[in-house]
């Protein structure tokens, strides 16, 4: 779970970023430049360090989640059972998986300030439109790990849709634990199992 957390930060320094901007910027370049920005941000706000809600949120919103695919993440997590999901479950599904991670983000802004990004050199031949950009993560008094962004072109710009940390899947990691509720309940216990998650995470920052 502490990689995870450690992961997450990186998603929130890099803003994920392989941001919306023409395609003649290669994703690596991308990731580095909004790296530097993010990081800035981070380290002259002392609110966000703190781990102040609002405008961690509000950091999030802006520089994480209008890069990555949620419905291609979600679709990949659920797995064969996302072809068996009614529109309408599909759309729930994909709300509360993006609500779940959104959470795991914003817990990890505070620690985000002691984070170096190392971007790799990116191979990529001409004309595709998947590709991944590595990345080593290094925060004080850790051992640095190794962080992939999986990536895809939509129009003009790049999106997330997995994160591979060490080796392991994002993706894949919860297409296991979702399996096993879909087993269980079917896809209505899949939702409902999602939106327990997050109301239990509202109810702890309450009582906070």
């Known amino acids: 779970m502490m990689q995870w957390r450690k992961l997450i930060a990186a998603l929130v320094l890099s803003g994920a970023s392989v941001v919306a901007m023409a395609n003649s910027i290669a994703p690596d370049v ?49 797995g064969k059972a996302w072809r068996t999901a009614t529109p309408d479950q599909q759309q729930a599904l994909v709300r509360e998986f993006r609500t779940l991670l959104v959470r795991t983000y914003s817990k990890a802004i505070s620690t985000a300030a002691n984070t170096n990004v190392d971007v790799k050199p990116l191979r990529m031949a001409a004309g595709d439109t998947e590709t991944v950009v590595r990345t080593g993560i290094q925060q004080t008094g850790a051992q640095p790990i190794s962080v992939d962004y999986v990536v895809e072109k939509d129009g003009d710009s790049w999106k997330v849709f997995d994160v591979i940390v060490e080796g392991a899947s994002l993706v894949t990691t919860y297409r296991s634990t979702f399996n096993d509720e879909v087993t269980r309940g079917g896809i209505d216990g899949l939702i409902k199992s999602l939106v327990q998650k997050n109301q239990s995470a509202d109810a702890a920052v309450a009582k906070k």
């Open 30 to 78: 991308l990731v580095k430049n909004t790296t530097q920005e993010v990081l800035t941000i981070i380290r002259q706000d002392k609110a966000l360090q703190a781990g102040d809600k609002k405008k961690v949120n509000e950091l999030v919103e802006a520089k994480v989640l209008p890069h990555f695919d949620f419905t291609r993440m979600t679709r990949l997590a659920v």
